[in-house]
């Protein structure tokens, strides 16, 4: 894809626009694996493709290894089945998945035993465990092997020695006989003013109610659904999925899904964040959010006034905007950052890029970025 303008990357809703158009129409995003079935389930720099171990040759070696990334969440690649969760000399805590069409992957050196168990089904993203080095390994790195029918499945033309991969992003290799998980059309939803959540796929398809009632707010992601209902934050995958109480309480303000990434904030401020539906909060922040938006790898929130931001969730705290009259923020991909101050709306591409004055004047109340 051409590189676009930052003008056609960019958009500013105002307030006052989202009024005068009555309800709010909330796009899903593009299916992000229409390139490949198969997810990244870890990010990190690539150290070995098959035999080639970058720099020495092992013709026992038959997946990629993914390093620089000890302790992240490792996501299930496609739907499956836990076919083993356990220990193998070679492999140390290993997890092997058995998906459609006779595809395996499996995932070596975890830190811990597999947050899964045999028989278990596992969707797209789901946390298997976390990287670690145990087994034969010389240092943390998740070990990961692609199957078919028992052979093994050629990923050099998806992998080069020293790149950097991107932990969700579609794996760039046809899967015959795969789909991509979670894929979705265009979907439309929105709240009505008695709390009643709408949502369907395809502008001329017709609406379905999601919920009953009490709804005061929805994300769209993939193939996801979230929304807040009486303090509590539901998720359903497509729209005639079944419902998830992703985090209950009655305590929750905001929320934001970016594929199988959740995120929300409760009424202390404490931001809480995970990688996949049914795996486990990890708290950011001590507190004092007001806002969570996801994109990428990338977290971002507003704090006392201030725009922080994040790469993933165990990744170090970024400062992006201070002064402490942040009201609104926005992240498209794992590259461009806005956020409304003053009521001027401004703009970059990259951390440490200078800010951008996209719209001044003192009357932008709502930004959000498109890439």
Not at 8 to 24: I, Y
Not at 110 to 124: C, E, K, N, R, Y
Not at 319 to 329: H, K, P, R, W
Not at 334 to 351: I, R, S
Request: contains cysteine; proline residues 3%; aromatic residues 10%.
């Amino acid at each position: 894809m051409g590189k676009e303008t930052a003008g056609r990357r960019l958009r500013a809703l105002t307030v006052a626009a989202a009024v005068l158009c009555g309800l709010a129409l909330v796009p899903a995003q593009p299916a992000a694996a229409q390139t490949g079935a198969m997810i990244q389930p870890v990010g990190g720099r690539v150290t070995g493709v098959l035999s080639n171990r970058c720099g020495a040759t092992d013709s026992d070696h038959y997946g990629v290894d993914v390093a620089g990334n000890g302790g992240m969440a490792i996501g299930a690649a496609y739907p499956g089945t836990v076919a083993f969760a356990g220990w193998t000399s070679g492999g140390g805590n290993s997890v092997t998945l058995s998906h459609a069409s006779g595809y395996q992957t499996r995932y070596l050196h975890m830190v811990q035993p597999a947050s899964v168990a045999l028989g278990q089904q596992v969707g797209q993203g789901q946390v298997l465990g976390y990287v670690g080095s145990t087994g034969n390994s010389t240092g943390p790195h998740l070990h990961f092997e692609i199957r078919r029918n028992g052979a093994v499945h050629n990923i050099a033309p998806a992998y080069a020695c020293g790149a950097t991969v991107t932990k969700g992003a579609p794996i760039n290799l046809p899967f015959p006989d795969l789909t991509p998980a979670g894929a979705a059309p265009d979907r439309f939803a929105f709240v009505n003013s008695a709390g009643v959540l709408y949502a369907k796929d395809g502008a001329y398809s017709s609406w379905q109610a999601v919920n009953a009632g009490g709804a005061t707010r929805v994300v769209l992601s993939g193939n996801w659904i979230g929304w807040v209902q009486g303090g509590n934050f539901y998720a359903k995958e497509g729209v005639y999925g079944q419902w998830l109480t992703l985090a209950g309480g009655g305590q929750v303000r905001d929320i934001a899904v970016s594929g199988d990434r959740f995120a929300f904030v409760n009424s202390a401020g404490v931001l809480y964040a995970k990688d996949g539906a049914y795996s486990s909060w990890q708290a950011v922040n001590a507190g004092g959010a007001t806002k969570v938006v996801l994109s990428g790898n990338r977290i971002g929130w507003v704090q006392g006034g201030n725009f922080y931001a994040k790469d993933g969730i165990q990744g170090g705290w970024l400062t992006m905007a201070e002064g402490g009259q942040v009201s609104d923020v926005a992240v498209g991909g794992d590259d461009w950052f806005a956020f409304v101050g003053g009521g001027n709306f401004f703009a970059k591409q990259g951390v440490h890029a200078g800010w951008l004055t996209m719209a001044g004047g003192g009357q932008v109340g709502d930004v959000d970025i498109a890439t």
